[in-house]
């Protein structure tokens, strides 16, 4: 539960926020925010359960902040989008210490986890570059083939790709 407060510290209302991170993860992915009232202390789940195919997650949420607020509220969210966030922080996480291994791994479970995900597809290319790869130009083409000529422009720019820049293969793909 996050509590908001006006200037002078008085609860003005609160939120619930639903996150997820890996076992090994040091921080929290927040894919879900479920909403309270300007009358609400606090929001608390009551009720969090996966579909019974496992493809969302949903939260039942009960706000109070007294005798005259006590109400509940939904919110769901996507698995696989909750995943790929959680695995995609943790990598970004381990590539800010040079982990560029341990990176990989986690961004190749965030691809996996939703395939459409532009962020994930580009983070793995990233740091398989980095390792010097030969799996770097596949990865490259599913993050191109996700996210397009902005994929594109933005790796011709990377610093992560230096070691490849002048491969003929990247600069037909970031042409």
Not at 33 to 61: C, N, Q, W, Y
Not at 116 to 121: F, L, R, V
Request: charged share 25%.
């Amino acid at each position: 539960s996050v509590t908001h407060r006006d200037q002078e510290g008085h609860v003005i209302g609160a939120h619930l926020d639903v996150g997820a991170k890996p076992r090994d993860g040091d921080t929290i992915a927040w894919a879900l925010t479920v909403p309270g009232d300007r009358e609400s202390i606090s929001v608390h789940p009551d009720v969090l359960r996966f579909t019974a195919d496992g493809r969302t997650l949903g939260v039942v949420a009960h706000g109070y902040g007294g005798e005259y607020s006590d109400y509940y509220d939904v919110g769901a969210v996507e698995s696989a989008r909750l995943a790929e966030q959680a695995y995609n922080l943790a990598g970004l996480r381990r590539l800010a210490r040079d982990l560029a291994a341990a990176a990989a791994a986690l961004f190749e479970k965030a691809a996996a986890a939703d395939p459409s995900s532009e962020k994930a597809a580009y983070n793995l290319a990233c740091a398989l570059a980095r390792l010097g790869s030969g799996e770097t130009q596949a990865a490259l083409a599913r993050a191109i083939a996700v996210g397009g000529a902005a994929v594109k422009q933005k790796a011709a720019r990377d610093s992560d790709f230096a070691a490849v820049r002048a491969a003929p293969w990247f600069v037909a793909l970031t042409k």
